[in-house]
């Protein structure tokens, strides 16, 4: 193995860690704040036409206020589906209809609930965080292979693993910073 093959283990080591951290950031954003996002009806999902389908395949989401969520059902006949869709995923929204939109106000969220948010944020962190301890240990695991059956030397084989604890590193570190922000918008420090 040559200095091409471990720029590109490193490569593959970075991409599945950014994998990872996009995962994150898409779970984190369907965690309530307390300002509307369409993300946060992400995990939504209606049974229409015999099948369960995602929200945003039945219904246009818009924000037009910041503690509210407008769905437009594509199909009118949907609309008694959607809100049952909505009230069961468990993510505390009442919605209203008019017979044409569905309105879904965003209730305040008080402290216990902020703090309830809070910790789910600090476990999909972690999730993340362990995601990418893993990639580590697989690619630690290769290296190491790689020397015993001497395919690299020593010195090639303590450059990868310092490769890798870097990109490991610097992966954790946004995954903080992740989990950080979200701690500041629901918590306000």
Do not use: W
């Amino acid at each position: 193995m040559d200095f091409n093959d471990l720029t590109s283990m490193s490569a593959s080591v970075k991409a599945r860690m950014d994998t990872a951290i996009d995962h994150v950031r898409h779970e984190m954003a369907g965690v309530r704040t307390g300002r509307a996002s369409v993300s946060l009806l992400d995990g939504v999902h209606v049974v229409a036409y015999g099948t369960k389908m995602p929200l945003n395949q039945v219904a246009t989401l818009s924000v037009p206020e910041p503690a509210m969520i407008v769905a437009q059902p594509f199909d009118p006949s949907l609309i008694g589906a959607i809100e049952r869709g909505i009230q069961g995923a468990g993510l505390g929204l009442n919605p209203s209809n008019d017979g044409t939109i569905i309105r879904i106000p965003l209730p305040p969220l008080n402290d216990d609930r902020r703090k309830e948010l809070s910790r789910h944020a600090h476990k999909l962190a972690e999730d993340g965080r362990n995601a990418i301890r893993l990639v580590r240990r697989e690619a630690n695991e290769r290296l190491k292979k790689l020397l015993k059956d001497s395919e690299v030397s020593e010195d090639d084989e303590r450059r990868g693993l310092d490769q890798v604890q870097k990109i490991t590193d610097e992966h954790v570190g946004i995954i903080d910073s992740l989990q950080k922000k979200k701690d500041q918008d629901l918590l306000g420090h």
